[in-house]
Antibody, heavy 120, light 107 residues
Framework: QVQLVQSGSELKKPGASVKVSCKASGYTFTNFALNWVRQAPGQGLEWMGGISTNTGNPTYAQGFTGRFVFSLDTSVSTAYLQISSLKSEDTAVYYC?????????????WGQGTLVSVSS | EIVLTQSPGTLSLSPGERATLSCRAS??????LAWYQQKPGQAPRLLMYGASSRATGIPDRFSGSGSGTDFTLTISRLEPEDFAVYYCQQFDSLPRTFGQGTKVEIK
């Protein structure tokens, strides 16, 4: 069965970096893009962008350029979200989700989410 | 960027009642609209895609309709497990965007 398993919660200080992983299983990893979605405390869902697992080409939504980097390690079917120069407003749950970017496909499977807390 | 506006913000209903949720897009998304359900502390789950197709394992009390800019998610008879927040999302163009959500709460 399709599974996306994310790394555990992180507590970071402002200015630090964090790397969240999303390990896929149960399907051919390179057949579907992986998207990243942020949910701030008590707020709605915000699409951050995603990465083509076929080409490695990332796409970033406005507001998620510069400090946010999507990457892959196809040898272990894992996608990564790295956030640098963390700010308190980056505190959120980050989800990876399988879906299309260059193709019209919904987000059909989701990881369990990773809570990133930024506090001094 | 396509803006999705969901209404109402909160829907207070009793189990067994019918729920009707609306999602309006600022420009046409054809039928490339999905609905997700999110319960507290859980990841969102895909309910509907292509406006009216149910995702795998979704009961038939859930139905969707619409195309272009106006879409509706209907829950024919609310079960206790249906009380949650529902989001629409367009996957017609980049950036993908979500509506702000409709909370279906127990009256």
């Amino acid at each position: 069965q399709v599974q996306l398993v994310q790394s555990g919660s992180e507590l970071k200080k402002p200015g630090a970096s964090v790397k969240v992983s999303c390990k896929a299983s149960g399907y051919t990893f390179t057949n579907f893009a992986l998207n990243w979605v942020r949910q701030a405390p008590g707020q709605g869902l915000e699409w951050m962008g995603g990465i083509s697992t076929n080409t490695g080409n990332p796409t970033y939504a406005q507001g998620f350029t510069g400090r946010f980097v999507f990457s892959l390690d196809t040898s272990v079917s894992t996608a990564y979200l790295q956030i640098s120069s963390l700010k308190s407003e980056d505190t959120a749950v980050y989800y990876c989700a399988r879906g299309g970017i260059g193709v019209t496909r919904p987000l059909d499977f989701w990881g369990q989410g990773t809570l990133v807390s930024v506090s001094s | 960027e396509i803006v999705l506006t969901q209404s109402p913000g909160t829907l207070s209903l009793s189990p067994g009642e019918r729920a009707t949720l609306s999602c309006r897009a600022s420009q046409s998304v054809s039928s490339y609209l999905a609905w997700y359900q999110q319960k507290p502390g859980q990841a969102p789950r895909l309910l509907m895609y292509g406006a009216s197709s149910r995702a795998t394992g979704i009961p038939d009390r859930f139905s969707g309709s619409g195309s272009g800019t106006d879409f509706t998610l209907t829950i024919s008879r609310l079960e206790p497990e249906d009380f949650a927040v529902y989001y629409c999302q367009q996957f017609d163009s980049l950036p993908r965007t979500f509506g702000q959500g409709t909370k279906v709460e127990i009256k």
